[in-house]
């Protein structure tokens, strides 16, 4: 966004008429994806997966991931500025310590935008879904 106008100055000798242009820089940033499904977990464990925060502008924007409820997912890293040009990765994990289906809804604010993103993921004590790689 550009804007232009005149600045008139009054001085003590003469009076001056300036012409002014400013640039106005807004991030635009992208989110990889807005719905994360961690599938059947086994109690105990603990998923990962990878959300990404694309700064496609000229300018750096604070960001802060904010859990609309009390949850069983967490992000990290939950704040921080995405600097321009940039890609961040940030790791949602999950968690279950229930046999029951989990929902958990997050926003992610960015200086003007905010992306709303929801996570899902179960719970359960069947060694077949026992991670073996945590």
Known sequence: MSASGELRTVGLFKNELIHCRAMISYP?????KTEFDFGTCFLGDIFKLDICLDNLSSCATPFEFIPLEKNNFTV?????TLDAGRVLT??????ADCEIGYNGNFEVHFSNKVVKFSCRGAGTLDSAYCNQFS
């Not at 635009?28 to 990889?32: A, D, F, M, P, T």
């Not at 990290?76 to 921080?80: I, K, R, T, V």
């Not at 940030?90 to 968690?95: D, G, L, P, V, Y």
Request: aromatic share 6%.
């Open 28 to 32: 635009i940033v992208k989110v990889n």
């Open 76 to 80: 990290s890293p939950s704040s921080g």
């Open 90 to 95: 940030a790791e949602i994990s999950f968690q």
